[in-house]
């Protein structure tokens, strides 16, 4: 299981979700189906571009900003039961920052991370906010963590215990740093040794280092006595000690660009190896200082393998969706596919389960509902006016979609 943040209630406190794996409470009731004419709690205008994922706490909605061009970077706060906005606070500006030279990212790609009194909020190298939740009061920040992003940030924070965790994997710089959280300071920066050797999966050179960068956002495990951090970068993934920082093992391929977050189940760390040839590994950890896992895959799955969206799994059951719009369901024991059919529209946002239920959305705005079962079904196609690249989250019945300009309450009905 992953690492819970210090929630009270039933929100959304990370990036993909409660427990970080996108799955939610089967008691919240989620909506099958709405419309902008129908089902729809609100609708708020967010102006920028950003593709976070919104934070749910106590009756509050949290979500980082930016505008197109990155030159101001700020935290909006949503009142959950009106759609009020209640605070709207820049916290960086930035003269010159890098283009982005990618149409799929934002410079407010990164989710906040939230537990009771404080959310953090982060924009990679170009700072990390620590905030009241009750006042928006900035309690620390930081803006010395070096990382040349080039195409923009997009790994999330995550809490664990006492510490912040940040990913920072760019053209430069690759590590992982754990923060105080109480504080800002560094309690642990663990780099990255991974051997570069600047070329894509063909065997040809890649220009300016995108092979040395990845957007992932990390995943905590609790084996009986060590959390292990489970992060996907560039040409390798690491298990790292989360409360010392130490590698514990590794495991090497030729992908880069790595954007879908891994995930762990039935004794395996599930590993999506990136741009190139997008390939799912299933890789037998533990919590134990094991070196170098390559070639120890229990099954490797080539096919229809997304390059950005992370997967969800139900059960034996795994289920992802292409950057093209072809959803798969594996068979988690072999990594066999069981059944692929397609979907119109692309896809970037990563999806998530509730009480037997995947909801897919896509680039264009629509939101696939697929039953989470080894024949496919659909059970319902939900169209609204913009599409969404942040993935959805939810909270005690409600789904909250953030649109290229909105974000909606959907309660379906």
Avoid at 80 to 105: C, M, Q, R, W, Y
Avoid at 207 to 233: C, H, L, M, N, Q
Wanted: aromatic share 10%; hydrophobic share 35%.
């Amino acid at each position: 299981m992953g690492a819970l943040p210090g929630s009270s209630d039933a929100g959304w406190p990370e990036f993909r979700g409660p427990s970080q794996d996108g799955q939610t409470p089967e008691t919240w009731g989620l909506p099958l189906e709405w419309s902008e004419s129908a089902g729809i709690a609100w609708k708020t205008p967010v102006p920028g571009k950003a593709w976070s994922t919104p934070v749910i706490h106590e009756g509050k909605v949290w979500m980082s900003n930016a505008t197109e061009d990155g030159k101001e970077m700020s935290v909006i706060c949503i009142d959950e039961p009106s759609g009020d906005i209640l605070h709207n606070k820049l916290l960086f500006t930035n003269a010159n920052p890098e283009p982005l030279g990618n149409a799929v990212n934002s410079y407010g790609s990164p989710s906040p991370a939230i537990e009771d009194g404080r959310v953090y909020i982060h924009f990679g190298s170009y700072g990390t906010a620590c905030l009241d939740t009750n006042t928006a009061e900035v309690l620390w920040e930081r803006r010395d963590l070096p990382c040349r992003h080039y195409r923009g940030p997009g790994s999330s924070v995550v809490i664990y215990k006492e510490l912040l965790i940040l990913t920072m994997d760019g053209v430069d710089v690759q590590y992982l740093a754990a923060l105080d959280k109480k504080t800002g300071k560094t309690v642990w920066k663990t780099d990255r040794t991974t051997e570069w050797d600047d070329l894509g999966p063909d065997g040809k050179p890649i220009s300016e280092g995108d092979v040395r960068k990845a957007y992932t956002t990390p995943f905590v495990v609790t084996f009986a006595a060590k959390s292990v951090i489970i992060s996907t970068g560039a040409k390798a993934t690491y298990g790292y000690d989360a409360d010392s920082g130490k590698a514990l093992w590794n495991v090497t391929y030729k992908g880069f660009s790595n954007a879908a977050s891994p995930l762990f189940a039935d004794g395996m760390a599930i590993i999506n190896t990136g741009y190139g040839k997008a390939t799912l590994l299933a890789i037998p950890v533990i919590g134990e200082s094991r070196g170098d896992l390559t070639g120890t895959a229990k099954w490797e799955a080539t096919k229809r393998v997304p390059q950005r969206s992370s997967p969800v799994i139900v059960g034996d059951l795994l289920f992802m969706v292409a950057d093209n719009g072809v959803i798969t369901c594996l068979d988690l024991k072999t990594g066999e596919a069981i059944w692929s059919e397609r979907v119109k529209g692309s896809f970037s946002g990563s999806p998530i389960h509730h009480n037997g239920r995947i909801y897919f959305c896509s680039e264009q705005g629509e939101t696939y509902v697929v039953a989470a079962k080894a024949e496919y079904e659909l059970l319902s196609t939900n169209i609204l006016d913009e599409g969404m690249l942040a993935s959805p989250a939810a909270s005690d019945g409600a789904l909250f979609l953030r649109t290229t300009g909105h974000l909606y309450k959907v309660t379906g009905g």
